[in-house]
């Protein structure tokens, strides 16, 4: 990882807050290799982050992950309203935020997002000319240009991204880089065979 970034500055967050409509339940929740989706993706981001912080509606049944939970400030605007209320409860100077249903992310793809930040707002996952924008480093000081975007309606976070200067480092040709890493769960079609149930 880039040395001018601690990990006292860092700060992680979980978005767990969608409302799950095509999966059937709390995706966040549902188990997976042993453990809920929200664990893989505290896992992931630990060992980056001073502190993680879970965005569901949710709260009480997220408690038994030891981790603080926030609501969003902003309802019904989808992640957009979680990644506003991550960096306004945040105490780091830079958030790291991955999506609850996206559990084969390696954390080396935050510790890339992190040395390609530089001077941006921001610094999304692309792989393949695609971004994932439900992986993404973004830095305190953004929060009045993401509560802009909200007052102006730009709930899509494609749009709120063209208001901040953002990085797009291409990961397909790094080393830990692999075609299954994004594979993201919302329908239970998309567990493996024996976790269709």
């Not at 390696?106 to 921001?122: C, R």
Request: hydrophobic share 40%; with cysteine; aromatic share 10%.
């Amino acid at each position: 990882m880039n040395s001018s970034w601690d990990r006292k500055q860092i700060s992680g967050v979980v978005l767990a807050g969608g409302k799950s409509s095509r999966f059937g339940q709390d995706k966040g929740l549902f188990p997976f290799r042993g453990k809920a989706l929200v664990e893989h993706a505290i896992d992931i981001l630990k060992p980056l982050c001073s502190e993680i912080l879970i965005s569901t509606n949710n709260p009480d049944a997220y408690g038994f992950t030891g981790q603080k939970t926030i609501a969003d400030i902003h309802a019904g605007c989808g992640p957009i309203g979680g990644m506003h209320s991550g960096l306004f409860n945040a105490s780091g100077q830079i958030v790291l935020f991955l999506g609850c249903d996206m559990p084969f992310v390696d954390s080396k793809v935050f510790s890339f997002l992190l040395e390609n930040i530089a001077v941006n707002h921001a610094a999304v996952a692309m792989h393949n000319g695609f971004r994932e924008t439900l992986c993404m480093a973004l830095k305190k000081e953004s929060l009045p240009l993401v509560e802009q975007a909200i007052a102006e309606k730009k709930y899509k976070i494609l749009d709120m991204l063209e208001m901040l200067s953002v990085s797009y480092p291409e990961l397909s040709t790094q080393s830990f880089f692999h075609r299954d890493m994004f594979h993201n769960i919302n329908f239970r079609e998309d567990l493996p065979p024996d976790r269709k149930q």
